[in-house]
């Protein structure tokens, strides 16, 4: 009888752990409109029209009021290498991860302020991630255990200036909930600025670049309750600054954007005091539209953190935090707008 | 102490008056460009001009088969299309027989646009081509923009960035209003992309079209034409036949799509 509580207790504090590592190695961000405008629409379509003095005037409809919305379902199913971020080699509970979302966004008008183009955003999603790793000889057999749902809300401004460069602000509401035990395993508010500039490199190259600042307020199951405060539940809590480079380029049909970013990161609560990182991914996404609203894709990404400080037994961090991981997976996308 | 102020105001204001009254001078030119002086009445004699040349209120300015010619003064910008007539009333008054021409201005003022048929008063800033059409009236196109333009019998409009306002009749109203794409006609507009110095505004034509962008619901498989009479406006269907209910037929792209694809 001890012996199967004793493994279930091994077994619920393991889950735990991977449920912290895995939201800790978990990248949560604003939408970046610009960017994704950029990526999803670098092709034009092809309409020789001859010059003329005056040019051509193709005749437009336009909303009166600016306000628009659109939906969506995307999934997303991947190879990942690591896909908990355990600290250490690669290969790591090589798993095929499925992720469906549904997403959808409002655009709140278009305020003209003469130099710039102020845009009110609000959005959501709701996705649901599935692993498929199976293996008797782990701690954890099956880690399906781990399958959560992740429930989004944001509130966005973006202001566009006529120089190119945009900016944004906003706060974005994220949480995990398993599917196991049907509770709450994390939370968080991320307030966050940004900039981005898009600018053309050649007839179809196009580069883009992003910087972002922000800071998250987390709330996740203190490890060892709350008589030891070693763990806290704000542990995971962290300022971070990021800088993006993509460039689109446009082929025939297809768009390929390769992708790098550097994010650095600050820790200084419970368990994690005085802790930095730098996370480091490289990525390309292949895009072929089907249609304007039906989207195939192909995406690959390889990140890398190292993170630097000692916690309070004065052991270094990146024995627990350092890791690697590789994604190569494949979607497909639906999208209405109206 | 009062004196010199006097002296001053009455300075500025002479400096004022005359640079807003004085005649814009030809700065870059292209082609053929023939002129008439209209003070003499009694012959019409036409004589080719160039650089420099004044460009005052009794030349009649026509340009040639690949004429071209553009007059930059401290306030504004004038480009005069090819095949293209009329006269530099002023700096701020201009008389187009026909062709078309662009002006653009960073400073907010009055300006008067006038054809065979119909005038109209522009109050602000902006990038505008006008188009002479065959009823007589005008084409108003503003690139980007603030202000109104008002008319002697269909009152005072805001202007839009690509919202294109047909001006006829005398006494002048407004016809109908078109919503056109900025980005097509930028790409393919000789008035904006045929002279050697770019335009100041070209920033706020890039928000103008990322506005429009932002509104898109869809776009018309058609070019407007000319207007013939009041009443008629010549539209040129292009695409599939069966496109052709008059219902937006292309969805939206992005808007670094618009800006840096090839369309």
Known sequence: MNTHISILLLSALVTYGQTQSRVDSTSRSLPSPVAESAQKSSKGTSSDVESSDTGAQRPLLLKKSGFSASFGYDSNIAYKQNPLGAPGVLDQQADAVWVNKFHGMAKLGVYDLDSSVLTPFVGGAWAMTDYTYKNSNEAIPDLSVLNHNTTTAYLLFLLQHESGWAFRAGVMYSNDRSVESDTEEYKEFYPSVGVTKAYPLSDNLLGVLDASVGSHYGDIEDADGPTSSSHTEDELDHIDATLRYSIIYSLETLTITPTYSVSYRKYDNGFNFDRTDVLQNIGVVIQYPISDSFELSLNSDYSKRVSDGNDEAGDSYDTLYDFKKFDLGAGLSLTASF | ?263
């Open chain 2, 1 to 263: 102490m009062i004196y010199i102020k006097i002296s001053l105001i009455a300075a500025v204001s002479t400096a004022a008056f005359f640079l807003s009254a004085s005649s814009p001078k030809i700065t870059y030119k292209h082609g053929r460009i023939d002129a008439v002086d209209l003070s003499d009445k009694d012959k019409f004699d036409p004589y080719l001009i160039d650089v420099n040349t004044s460009l005052t209120k009794d030349l009649l300015i026509a340009t040639g088969v690949q004429g071209r010619l553009e007059s930059i003064t401290p306030k504004n910008y004038w480009r005069l299309g090819r095949d293209s007539m009329g006269t530099w009333r002023s700096d701020t008054d201009f008389w187009l027989h026909s062709g078309s021409l662009l002006f653009c201005t960073e400073h907010a003022q009055s300006i008067k646009f006038s054809t065979r048929e119909s005038n109209a008063t522009f109050n602000g800033r902006g990038t505008i081509i006008l188009e002479a059409t065959k009823n007589g009236g005008f084409k108003f196109i503003p690139l980007e923009g603030k202000g109104t333009i008002t008319t002697a019998k269909g009152g005072t409009k805001e202007i839009i960035g690509g919202r294109m306002l047909l001006v006829l009749g005398k006494p002048t109203y407004f016809g109908d209003a078109y919503d056109i794409d900025i980005m097509l006609l930028l790409k393919s507009s000789r008035l904006v992309n045929s002279y050697p110095t770019s335009l100041p505004t070209f920033k706020k034509m890039g928000l103008a079209i990322y506005i429009q962008e932002l509104k898109l619901k869809g776009k018309y498989d058609a070019l407007i034409g000319d207007a013939t009479t009041n009443e008629n406006l010549e539209m040129w269907r292009f695409g599939s036949a069966k496109k052709s209910d008059g219902k937006p037929v292309t969805n939206k792209k992005g808007i670094f799509g618009r800006i840096f694809s090839s369309d």
